[in-house]
């Protein structure tokens, strides 16, 4: 080993420890995303009221947009949350993490761009000093996200 990397055939690939500590860095990353559009979901929710609920008028459809904005809005919330608990649990093996993240959704809510998004978004945010961990954190959301894609199409569940 040398540095905070270990050196494969592959390239370098995060210490056990790197890997945990980019875990918490992330997981604690999702949490402020969640929060985030938790934060959005309620003021889109809040603004429902704006709109009259006119079944056919444009003002209808606004209402509409917004109350489905709302929803997916705290759907991904929710999803960055057990995401980012099932990569605490399983730091060294992201593709479970992603298989049981995934096996607490229905397919048809999301995509997996729109949580892959979500996550990539969180994982470049600067939230350590630690740049080691911050390098694992964005390798745990790529190989989450490889092994995400693949469940979810049914194409396998190795990354």
Known sequence: MTGRTHHTAAGARPRPQDLANGAAVLAAALVRQAQELAAAAAGLADALDLFPPDGNSPE??????????ARVAAALGGVLLIAGRNLLRHADDPAEAARQTLGRLKRGNLSPEEILGQ?????????????????????????????????????????
Do not use: I, N, Y
Not at 60 to 69: K, L
């Open 60 to 69: 209808a459809e606004d209402r509409r947009v917004a109350r489905d904005g």
């Open 119 to 159: 996550m990539r978004a969180a994982a470049l945010l600067p939230m350590s000093g630690d740049e080691a961990a911050q390098a694992a954190a964005v390798m745990l959301v790529e190989s989450f996200g490889r092994a995400l894609v693949l469940a979810w199409t049914g194409e396998g569940a190795e990354a």
